[in-house]
């Protein structure tokens, strides 16, 4: 079983930065760990993930260039976001599920463990 406990949420103005961490337990390998977000009355966005073996990164157009996604040896996942917008704004989660082809899963159905999210707002 994956056990995922997120941090980091919080407050900043537009241009700031936060990092959010995920503490993680695992029970097998061939994870991949993400970061979703979702805004009121919006659909839930994959911006970042990683598989926990290669520790290949994949980003999000909306998100490449200002948020790096990272894993520790103890496998927490942590999330650097710079550079935000006020369109940022919004309840991040962090994931975990199998990888079952060459790359991890995009889409937030495809991952079967969720943090309980923290929130992120922006202000202009």
């Known amino acids: 079983q994956v056990q995922l406990v997120e941090s980091g949420g919080g407050s900043v103005q537009a241009g700031g930065s936060l990092r959010l961490s995920c503490a993680a337990s695992f029970t097998y390998n061939s994870y991949c760990m993400a970061w979703f977000r979702q805004a009121p009355g919006k659909e839930r966005e994959g911006l970042a993930n990683?598989?926990?073996?290669?520790?290949?990164p994949y980003y999000a157009a909306s998100v490449k260039g200002r948020f790096t996604i990272s894993l520790d040896n103890a496998k927490n996942i942590y999330l650097q976001m710079n550079s935000l917008r006020p369109e940022d704004a919004a309840m991040y989660y962090c994931a975990a599920g199998r990888i079952k082809g060459p790359n991890c899963p995009r889409n937030p159905g495809e991952y079967t463990y969720w943090g309980q999210g923290t929130q992120v707002v922006v202000s202009s």
């Open positions: 990683i598989y926990i073996v290669t520790r290949t």
